[in-house]
């Protein structure tokens, strides 16, 4: 397991199994650019922490892309949506329980709550939170948008069954006065 990061004697840390491509990256820049752990554990707990929030972009674009193509096949009457539609709404249920914690930690240290938190280094959070929280809500406006195409998948649905019925409505009512 890999811990992510601590902070002085009030601690944040983050526990997973494998290693962390975050952690990794900051040890490389480390070996690379001294200067970095001449900072301070607060510079290097918010560059762990921002490599981390970036990790989430080309995620959520990858998600939003598959969308797209959602809404796209349930705009042009495809079935077999509902398997996707769940599969995607699951994912982003993950991705909602991850960074809503996360949201609301980084704002604990954007908001001077640690007396070793300097200024500037709150501000430097501010911006890692104000990502998080914009992260956070399109994971939410993700969510809506799944709901939308299993609305229009079951609407679509429910017009093709109503035109089966249709025709099944016309074909009994040309059949059954000959049979009776």
């Known amino acids: 397991r890999d811990v992510d990061f601590f ?19 900051l040890r490389q820049a480390c ?29 959520t674009e990858a998600v939003e892309e598959r969308i797209d193509t959602l809404e796209e096949r349930a705009l042009a009457g495809r079935s077999q949506l509902v398997a996707q539609v769940i599969k995607i709404k699951r994912e982003l249920a ?3 329980r991850v960074l809503i914690p996360q949201r609301d930690a980084i704002g604990r240290l954007a908001r001077r709550e640690f007396p070793m938190i300097s200024d500037e280094m709150a501000f ?18 993700f969510q809506d948008r799944m709901t939308s195409i299993l609305e229009v998948n079951l609407a679509s649905v429910s017009n ?6 249709k025709v099944l ?12």
């Open 94 to 96: 993950h991705m909602r």
């Open 31 to 59: 070996g690379q650019y001294e200067h970095l752990l001449n900072e301070g554990p607060v510079a290097l707990t918010h560059r762990i922490v921002d490599s981390m929030v970036d990790n989430y972009r080309p995620i």
């Open 124 to 141: 430097r959070f501010r911006d890692v939170y104000d990502h998080v929280v914009r992260l956070t809500e399109e994971v939410i406006l």
């Open 160 to 165: 093709r069954l109503n035109q089966v019925m």
């Open 7 to 25: 902070l002085g004697r009030n601690f944040l840390v983050t526990v997973h199994d494998g290693t962390s491509r975050s952690i990794e990256r």
């Open 169 to 180: 409505t016309v074909v009994a009512t040309i059949f059954m006065p000959p049979t009776v």
